[in-house]
């Protein structure tokens, strides 16, 4: 079966760094477009990434531009995102998503990421 399993969040502080992977199983990792989504405290659903299936188009939300750098290993069906300059604002559950062919049809269990000094 389908599954997305993120590592590597943690607390961190202000202006610190931190890489998340997704760690993906039961499918074709390399057919598929795949994103970052965020969920702070209290909020909603945050878009923060996405990728193209071979790794290159990489989107960002303006606020992340420049922050947060979304690469892809298709030999190791792994998903990165490279977070640096980490802002208070940044704390939240990371959820990596598989893009199907008309919405996010798969969704790992999160990584909770702290932003705190």
Known sequence: QVQLVESGGGLVQPGGSLRLSCAASG???SSYSMSWVRQAPGKGLEWVSDISSSGGR???PDSMKGRFTIS???AKNTLYLQMNSLEPEDTAV?????LGDYEYDYWGQG???TVSS
Do not use: I, K
Not at 94 to 98: D, S
């Open 111 to 113: 990584t909770q990421v």
């Open 58 to 60: 990489p989107w960002y």
């Open 72 to 74: 892809r290993d298709n």
């Open 94 to 98: 990371y959820y990596c998503a598989r």
């Open 27 to 29: 499918f074709s990792f």
